[in-house]
């Protein structure tokens, strides 16, 4: 059983426009909730956080929205570049439990120029 | 700065063969962990280390045993090697400290179990 799920393998957008990526969790105990993006034969880097007392944290043209009450994350990408085509991993944490994340399976991004 | 180094980065082994995967880090984190990353999977805990001299299980352990050199280097061995632990390994580490979970990951070893 999947507590970290992510639900479309794959999203392709057009260069300029939106992305958002989707995370669903079923542990409602998780402290906090990260995105890690990954090129290929690269190890994946940490991108954007929330903690779960919040519900939007901003970074540039990223940011993760949380819906606790639908146990919920989105990652926004705007606007999107060529280069932010990767696979996206999103990661929940529970602090009392160290920092051992529970991945999803990842959503590979494509943005079409 | 280097980061997270791992090493090989690619080894292709027959079944029932051994090998240990190589992991160092020069951040100075006390905690350092081993994923592996399947299709469809995401990436799953094989074992992690909270501090120099510890080291415990994480989701799938089985087939697999670490050591935790000294504070710099994390290793992970495996004594038999089965085709289904054809994969790609990650290391990783992180301050303790930092609960939001943040880990600094190395390149990754591909491995193919035959």
């Known amino acids: 059983d999947q507590q970290v799920k992510q639900n479309s393998p794959s999203l392709s957008v057009q260069e300029g426009r939106i992305s958002i990526l989707n995370c669903d969790y079923t542990n409602s105990m998780f402290d906090y909730f990260l995105w890690y993006k990954k090129y290929p034969a690269e190890g994946p880097t940490f991108l954007i956080s929330?903690?779960?007392?919040?519900d939007k944290n901003e970074d540039g043209r990223f940011t993760v929205f949380l819906n606790k009450s639908a146990k919920h994350l989105s990652l926004h990408i705007v606007p999107s570049q060529p280069g932010d085509s990767a696979v996206y991993f999103c990661?929940?944490?529970?602090?009392?439990?160290?920092?051992?994340?529970?991945f999803g399976a990842g959503t590979i991004l494509r943005v079409k120029s | 700065n280097a980061g997270v180094t791992q090493t090989p980065k690619f080894q292709v082994l027959k079944t029932g063969q051994s090998m240990t995967l190589q992991c160092a880090q020069d951040m100075n984190h006390n905690s350092m962990y081993w994923y592996r990353q399947d299709p469809g999977m995401g990436l799953r805990l094989i074992y992690y280390s909270a501090s120099e001299g510890t080291t415990d299980k994480g989701e799938v352990p089985n087939g697999y045993n670490v050591s935790r050199l000294n504070k710099r280097e994390f290793s992970l061995r495996l004594e038999s090697a089965a085709p289904s632990q054809t994969s790609v390994y990650f290391c990783?580490?992180?301050?303790?400290?930092?609960?939001?979970?943040?880990?600094?990951f190395g390149e990754g070893s591909r491995l193919t179990v035959l």
């Open positions: 929330i903690s779960s007392i919040k």
């Open positions: 990783a580490s992180s301050e303790l400290q930092a609960n939001t979970g943040e880990l600094f």
């Open positions: 990661a929940a944490n529970r602090v009392e439990y160290g920092n051992k994340l529970v």
